[in-house]
């Protein structure tokens, strides 16, 4: 069974850019959370999908942003990026009902900005 | 913001010897989980302890949870190389459907 697959691993951008990070939840998982790693602030909650709708948001200006497709992949883009946002962000799914609220993480895509 | 802390925030350990880390949190849970990151890669699950629990085993695990302390402890015994990662603790918020999670313990265990 496939773990979740993130894309890209590595990335590097320039203040003012935007990017797209992209997360493959493991089938039959329809619930997919993001989480923003950094060695200041710790791992902190996005945002999290289930069938294709936002159910819950972090504290994260309006610069962060998600999706989620009919497939249960999931899309985050971060606009306007600021060297701030340098981190590692993690995408985690998890099963519906009883076991919703373990996650199974990606192994991360790493953004550098400069 | 990160729910609570967790001490120590590092630990350096001989191989065959016990671990502890402990972890303190703020709000009423649902339940309380231990993850796994080795250097700069995704969590990994390791236990889940519901609030209504306050001991439970996994292999070489234990983890204990004191909820009118808020606070929970893992035990890890006869530590391997192979443990040494940073352990997070996570909880679930009565009201809310994200884990928050601890600053973390970054545990070496040497050969």
């Known amino acids: 069974k496939a773990g979740v697959t993130q894309t890209p691993r590595y990335l590097i951008k320039t203040r003012g850019q935007q990017v797209t990070l992209s997360c493959s939840p493991i089938?039959?998982?329809?619930?997919v959370s993001w989480y923003q790693q950094t060695p200041g602030q710790g791992l902190q909650f996005l945002f999290e999908y289930f069938s294709e709708t936002q159910r819950n948001k972090g504290n994260f200006p309006g610069r962060f942003s998600g999706r989620q497709f009919s497939n249960s992949r999931s899309e985050m883009n971060v606009s306007t990026l600021e060297l701030g946002d340098s981190a590692l962000y993690l995408c985690?799914?998890?099963?519906?009902?009883?076991?919703?609220?373990?996650?199974?993480f990606g192994a991360g895509s790493r953004l550098t900005v400069l | 913001s990160q729910q609570g802390e967790e001490d120590p925030q590092a630990l350096s350990i001989q191989e065959g010897e016990n671990a502890t880390m402990n972890c303190s949190y703020k709000t009423s849970i649902n339940n309380l989980q231990w993850y796994r990151q080795n250097s700069g890669r995704g969590l990994v699950h390791l236990i889940l302890?519901?609030?209504?629990?306050r001991e439970k085993h996994s292999g070489r695990l234990r983890v204990t949870l004191d909820t009118s302390k808020k606070s929970s402890s893992l035990l890890i015994t006869a530590s391997r190389a192979a443990d040494t990662a940073s352990y997070f603790c996570a909880t679930m918020d009565t009201g809310r459907r994200a884990l928050t999670f601890g600053s973390g313990t970054r545990l070496q265990v040497q050969p």
């Open positions: 302890i519901r609030s209504n629990e």
């Open positions: 089938s039959g998982h329809r619930s």
């Open positions: 985690a799914s998890s099963l519906p009902g009883e076991r919703a609220n373990v996650l199974t």
